[in-house]
């Protein structure tokens, strides 16, 4: 594995262990919701720009994707 997908595999991890702490529900229903709605693909692929923002800003990005 490559350091820049080490780097992505890293940021979706600290998304969805943010994620699971902001909801308050378990790490494998983050997991669950976040891959099956796109969000993780989304987080992966836009990376560059998205790991330079806040936690706070961060989630609620993906609050607002789930809500589309």
């Known amino acids: 594995m ?4 080490l780097d992505k595999s890293y940021f979706v991890t600290f ?5 699971k702490n902001h909801r308050g529900i378990s790490g494998a229903e983050a997991s669950e919701l976040l891959f ?8 992966n692929d836009n990376f560059e720009v998205l ?3 806040s936690r706070q800003w961060l989630i609620e ?5 789930l809500n589309q």
Do not use: M, V
Not at 2 to 5: A, G, L, N
Not at 15 to 19: G, L, Y
Not at 36 to 43: A, K, R, V
């Open 15 to 19: 998304c969805i262990e943010q994620f």
């Open 51 to 53: 790991h330079t923002q």
């Open 2 to 5: 490559s350091k820049q997908e």
């Open 61 to 65: 990005e993906i609050e607002e994707r």
């Open 36 to 43: 099956s709605t796109g969000i993780t693909d989304y987080l």
